[in-house]
């Protein structure tokens, strides 16, 4: 389930896209894959931990 806050940054996006330039939709495109990257190693880190029983 999405919250208030996520909704309103895709509502946001919906109605910015269109007026963007490509340059500007590839900078947004590369700085969410950065973050979904950064999630997916904290993400597997914090696996990590749990599995030595650190976490």
């Known amino acids: 389930m999405m919250?208030?806050?996520e909704k309103k940054i895709l509502e946001t996006l919906t109605t910015a896209l269109p007026s963007m330039?490509?340059?500007d939709k590839g900078y947004l495109m590369?700085?969410?894959e950065a973050i979904m990257d950064m999630k997916r190693a904290e993400k597997k880190e914090e696996e990590k931990c749990i599995g030595r029983?650190?976490?």
């Open 21 to 23: 330039s490509e340059f």
């Open 30 to 32: 590369g700085k969410g």
């Open 53 to 55: 029983g650190e976490g």
């Open 3 to 5: 919250s208030e806050r």
